[in-house]
């Protein structure tokens, strides 16, 4: 199982951003992804999980200016953000869930860093 995250960059605030995970080694339209990120100093939290059937959750904090999507030819899913705030500077992971839960995450990406700032 692989995955690897691209897309991250500084932007500024107010600005959109795309962020990819690209998947491999497994069935990737059996199961979960999700979204987190950790700032520094910070714990690390969900923002974001779709789900094998479509379904799709967002934390509030992010919730009607972030929409998560997939993929399946590509076996990709994307994070698009939007209307970016300095607080959502931070390092940005996609995770699979086996469960298809978007609770119980096993396998990791390595991160892209997103900056917001002007």
């Known amino acids: ?6 897309g991250g960059a500084l ?5 959109s951003l795309t962020l990819s995970c690209a ?11 999700g979204w987190f990120r ?13 789900n094998s059937d479509g379904s799709t959750w967002y934390s509030d904090s992010v919730k009607g200016r972030f929409t998560i999507s997939s993929d399946n030819a590509k ?3 994307y994070l698009q953000m939007n209307n970016l ?4 500077t931070a390092v940005y992971f ?13 396998y990791w990406g390595q991160g892209t860093q997103v900056t917001v700032s002007s």
């Not at 199982?1 to 691209?6: K, R």
């Not at 932007?11 to 600005?15: D, L, T, Y």
């Open 75 to 77: 076996n990709t899913v």
């Open 85 to 88: 705030k300095p607080e959502d």
């Open 11 to 15: 932007v500024q605030p107010g600005g």
């Open 38 to 50: 950790q700032a520094p100093g910070k714990e690390r939290e969900e923002v974001s999980c779709i």
């Open 94 to 106: 996609c995770a699979l869930d086996l469960g298809s839960t978007c609770e119980d995450y096993t």
């Open 23 to 33: 998947a491999s080694g497994f069935a990737f339209d059996d199961y979960a992804i």
């Open 1 to 6: 199982v692989q995955l690897v995250e691209s």
